[in-house]
């Protein structure tokens, strides 16, 4: 006879068997999955986004002065929209707008720094944009305040100084007094 104080244990439960072969999946997988992914069930919140473009600083600032001044000088360029490029070119805004899209589609992603520069010359100064590449060599020269200057956009290459577009004489200085 068994004590009264003392309770029965429960009876002692074992893990079923598993039965061999393939099993159905379970509702409660697919529920779970459904739930948390929202989705239906796949991963596809775990796939990075595609990277964009690489894109230099030098060249990000470009482009954003580039939509900056687009949108300020909006109404000008869709009054003149049926003006020769070339005439275009020579207004203030036109070059404003005209300097950056070129300097964009020549850099690419060789430039490195951008320079003010000035080109002393038989006692004038000539205010430039002057963009290197990574090993400090003469890229591209642009003369941002004068639109009517026939030099005022240069693709410099390995040889060309930005001096020797001026002629011997010519040399650099980072103030216009020289």
Request: net charge positive.
């Amino acid at each position: 006879m068994r004590p009264m104080w003392k309770t029965p244990t429960p009876p002692q439960t074992r893990p079923m068997p598993v039965p061999e072969g393939p099993r159905a999946p379970s509702a409660l997988a697919d529920y779970n999955q459904n739930r948390f992914t929202g989705y239906g069930g796949s991963d596809i919140h775990l796939v990075p986004p595609k990277a964009p473009p690489r894109v230099g600083p030098l060249i990000a600032r470009l482009q954003g002065e580039l939509a900056r001044l687009t949108e300020t000088h909006r109404d000008f360029l869709a009054r003149h929209e049926k003006t020769d490029r070339r005439v275009l070119n020579r207004t203030p805004e036109g070059w404003a707008v005209a300097w950056r899209r070129w300097a964009i589609s020549d850099l690419g992603d060789r430039a490195a720094l951008a320079r003010d520069i000035f080109v002393i010359y038989r006692g004038d100064s000539f205010g430039h944009r002057l963009f290197l590449d990574k090993q400090g060599q003469q890229l591209l020269a642009v003369q941002p305040g004068a639109p009517t200057s026939p030099l005022r956009y240069a693709r410099l290459s390995a040889t060309t100084d930005l001096c020797d577009l001026y002629g011997p004489f010519a040399r650099l200085s980072d103030n216009p007094m020289g």
